[in-house]
């Protein structure tokens, strides 16, 4: 058996359509409930829906042998797993973004609102650039509008949010996407049933 974390919410519906087309359905997955797991006794597969910046402790400690976290959370937590297959799902930016008419002031160190320091801190020391980080747990982009922060570090996907609070994207700082991960010990041990299911994930996965 694999046992599959998945993130929960549109992300995770994606991605367990992904799964399904792959051929490791798990049809009772559809049924309108709350159940948290479901198996596949003939395809060998287990999945489990978990909060999505949860994905990769499952997966590090081996409570599931593969999951599904997007980028944005591997680059913050760098957790100790493989990265096996971008799945081209859940396309989106980090970027630094702030008000449209935004100078940065070098005398002083940038206040940075963000859901994601470490993504904050690695950049802006790359640039030498002193940063005094707020961290912060939603809504970000509301920061910079009440002068809690100059700058926020978040995730654009289509611009919206930002364009209708005042604020533009200042700064790419990585495309971010969907990946297949796997545990590290899980890969050794089940190597031909977890490279089987990523190659047929691969075949399913959307171009580029
Ligand atoms: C994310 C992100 C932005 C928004 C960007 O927020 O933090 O707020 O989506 O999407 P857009 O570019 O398509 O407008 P999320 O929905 O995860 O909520 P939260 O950060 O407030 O928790």
Known sequence: MIYVALPKGRLGESVYALFERAGYDCPAIREKNRKLIFEN????????WVKP????????RGAADLGVAGKDILLEYTPDVYELLDLHLGKCRMCVAG???FRDDIARPLK????????????????SREIDVIHLNGSIELAPLLHLSDVIVDIVETGKT????????????????????????SYKFKNAEITALSAALAEQTPEE
């Open 53 to 60: 910046s949860d994905v990769a402790i499952y997966v590090e």
């Open 112 to 127: 940075v609102a963000t859901k994601f320091p470490n993504i904050a801190r690695r950049h802006y020391s790359a640039q």
């Open 162 to 185: 930002l364009l209708e609070n005042h604020l533009t994207p200042l700064e790419t700082i990585v495309p971010i996407s969907a990946r297949l991960i796997a545990n590290r010990v």
């Open 41 to 48: 006794e003939r395809a060998g597969i287990s999945f489990f």
């Open 99 to 101: 008000p449209e008419d």
